[in-house]
């Protein structure tokens, strides 16, 4: 069944029977590329296919490759594993088969190997990441991959969190999906990007709650500042805000947002403290 067109004329992303339908378009020279070494290339583009990232990819203004990993297999079957050396639960990637698929992947993007062990992914990074030219990702299963393969070509180890998976392309769309919004013209309005957690224009601290239509819900107002019209009060309520929830969910955070506080804009970002706190303090007082 074909999907009608919305009237406002923005290109209808859907869902497809071939996963892999969007990868199946010419890829566009110069657009950021994300190469992506797996056992299950059919698990892409999955939800990458799909909303902004997916009307991007489809607009060319990133590419999605994929490598089988398992079309570099050894033997009549394939096979990409084998037991791990000095004995051990479960099954390690070869090394011969893994270089086989970086060097058809080819040179000139940093390679990456989605792994528990590695440095956690930050914004800062997928900024960096987004400013590049693309990032050839490792997809790993079972056991992991024999270290010798990543030792000779230098691989970065990112991850997504203190937790194991089953494998690494969920991990991989996670970085891919962080990297391309940040890549512009992919957000509707990339000034969304200047508040949100983590930024620059946040000063790297989580972002202070959001708030819409209508004014009371459930009797629960939203706050007054942010209806007053006061561009400069809200700036600070926000401000205010983004260092409280800072402060109370992510410690170090905040200590390394203190710790590279300079004295200047630490006197004038606690003036705005003071003044959004008395908004707090004000609309916390009991009503009469």
């Known amino acids: 069944m074909t999907e009608t067109p919305k009237s406002h004329g923005r290109l209808t992303i859907r869902p497809s029977l071939r996963p ?3 990868m199946a378009e010419p890829q566009v020279r110069g657009a950021w590329t994300a190469r992506i070494i797996t056992l299950f290339p059919e698990a892409f583009p999955g939800i990458l296919g799909l909303s902004l990232t997916g009307k991007a990819l489809a607009q060319g203004l990133w590419n999605l490759e ?7 297999g050894i033997g009549k079957h394939r096979n990409v594993d084998d037991t791990p050396a000095g004995g051990g639960a479960g099954m390690v990637i070869r090394p011969d088969v893994l270089d086989a698929a970086l060097r058809e992947a080819g040179p000139g993007l940093p390679v990456i190997y989605m792994s528990p062990r590695g440095k956690p992914l930050t914004q800062a990074r997928a900024r960096a990441l987004a400013q590049g030219p693309g990032v050839t990702l490792i997809c790993g299963r079972f056991e992991g991959i024999d270290q010798r393969v990543l030792d000779a070509h230098d691989i970065e180890e990112v991850s997504i969190g203190d ?6 392309e969920i991990a991989a769309q996670v970085l891919i999906d962080a990297t391309v919004r940040l890549i512009p013209r992919v957000l509707g309005n990339q000034d969304s990007l200047a508040e949100e957690s983590f930024s620059i224009g ?32 809200i700036a600070a309520w926000r401000a205010s805000e983004a260092e409280r929830l800072t ?8 200590r390394a947002y203190q710790d ?16 959004s706190r008395a908004h707090r303090e004000h609309q916390e007082e009991p009503r009469r």
């Open 66 to 72: 994929t490598i089988p990993l398992r079309e570099f």
């Open 163 to 168: 937790y194991i998976l089953t494998g690494g």
């Open 202 to 233: 946040n000063r790297g601290l989580l972002e202070a709650p959001q708030f819409t239509k209508p004014a009371r819900w459930e009797g629960r107002d939203i706050p007054p500042v942010l209806l007053s019209g006061n561009h400069a009060a």
């Open 247 to 254: 402060k109370e969910r992510r410690p170090d955070l905040w």
């Open 20 to 22: 892999r339908e969007l």
């Open 260 to 275: 590279g506080m300079d004295p200047a804009k630490d006197r004038q970002l606690s003036g705005a403290s003071d003044q």
